[in-house]
């Protein structure tokens, strides 16, 4: 986990790190597992941060050294702060636009149950087998990587 406590300062951009990071929030071991083996099958070397719940992935938005995450993948269901408590505290913060949010559910839990923040997330990935939308969350985090590089 990374430190992010109020005695750590942001450092000036030029020395942040370049590439866009990926933070999982999830308290599933088999999730963190099946990230991972996705990025493997896509062939793609993507390091990720992981933070177990909201509380703590509030902690681990805004890094001093890496800056803010690029992409989350953000788990619905977590104890002491879930996926939409964490949403909505992010919604509030001015670097939200700048991250895309891929909100995590249960296949079993009814879309129309986040009808209230549908629009503030770029999509939303079904924690099934196949891990519905996992794919198309990690092409999308890898392209601005590869934009990134482009333009440097």
């Not at 933070?51 to 619905?76: E, F, K």
């Not at 702060?81 to 249960?106: H, K, P, W, Y």
Request: aromatic share 8%; glycine share 6%.
């Amino acid at each position: 986990m990374l430190d992010n406590s109020a005695a750590t300062r942001r450092l000036p951009r030029e020395t942040r790190y370049s590439e866009p990071r990926l933070l999982v929030i999830d308290d599933d071991n088999f999730t963190i597992m099946a990230v991972r083996r996705k990025i493997r099958q896509l062939g793609f070397s993507i390091d990720f941060d992981h933070a177990t719940d909201g509380v703590d992935g509030m902690h681990c938005l805004w890094h001093p050294v890496y800056g803010a995450p690029a992409t989350i993948l953000l788990d619905y269901h977590m104890p002491r702060m879930n996926g939409v408590e964490m949403l909505c505290r992010m919604d509030t913060m001015a670097e939200r636009a700048q991250i895309d949010v891929f909100l995590m559910t249960s296949s079993d839990i009814p879309r129309s149950s986040f009808d209230g923040v549908a629009s503030s997330v770029a999509g939303f990935i079904v924690k099934d087998l196949n891990f519905q939308g996992l794919e198309a969350a990690l092409i999308r985090h890898q392209s601005r990587h590869e934009h990134l590089a482009r333009t440097a």
